[in-house]
């Protein structure tokens, strides 16, 4: 617990506060250091999230902590995901394992690394506000999930996260990651990819008439990119064309109750429905 205060202490301590400009030069002495011995820190830390080893929660909830404050630094971000090999080892392994435990707390920890990891960018008061780090941290996400688009996208992402096998909480944060992913600019060519797929297209489908409103409102905001796709594949075409008519019926009657407070859903749903007409 004190070694893992301390260790997000310093990688953010250059960050918050109104004296962080105090503190700048230790937290980048710091983050080079951490950089300098990467493997072994993120190794160490990835391990922490196995209760198995430990026997107990306490190590994974800190170990979770100290990967997130890794990357809250664009160089560390960018060791994270310079490789396939690193992104197998220390990515990986939350998609495979840990967001699965059945802790709650271990799993939640996981699944907030896993979208911090996958959304880098897409949000600048996790760097600190600075924008320029924004920028180079979504450029990065977007170099290495395209790299690696098979062994995140079509082997882990959609058949462990998406899935039936999955859980409510797991595939509520799921959507939730895809949607970010697919509507960050800078992820243009992988959301061109994930849309123009027929396989991708029945899975989120299939969410859509999920039995939890919070699954179906998550899984809408991930269908309408597909449906807003101006340069679709005839595949991804004709299933939209031959459902059509249960789609858009289906479509009128989602959360209706949320129109009324919600006039950005409201005229989302009505542009979607009007497509597939």
Known sequence: KHVASVFNYLLVCGFEGGDRDLYTS??????????ALFDT???????????????????????????????????LYQELVSTTQRVEQYVLPLMDKYVHVPNFDISSCAMESLKVVL??????????????????MAEL???????DYEIIWDERFNPKLMSDLANYMTKRVALQILSTVLLTRSNYSIMIKYVNSRKNLILVMHLLRDTSPHITLDAFHVFKVFVANPNKIPEVTKILKDNSPKLCAYLETLHQDKEESDSQFRDEKALIISTLR
Do not use: P, W
């Not at 996400?141 to 790299?147: D, E, M, N, Y």
């Open 41 to 75: 820190f993120m190794t160490h830390i990835v391990n922490g999230y196995d209760c198995a080893t430990h026997g107990t929660t306490d190590v994974g909830l800190h170990s979770g902590s100290m990967y997130r404050s890794c990357l809250k630094h664009v160089v």
């Open 141 to 147: 996400a977007a170099a290495f999930l395209t790299r």
């Open 26 to 35: 230790t937290m980048t002495t710091f983050r080079d250091y951490v950089r």
């Open 119 to 136: 959304t880098a960018g897409s949000d600048a008061s996790f760097v600190g506000g600075d924008e320029m780090a924004q920028r180079q």
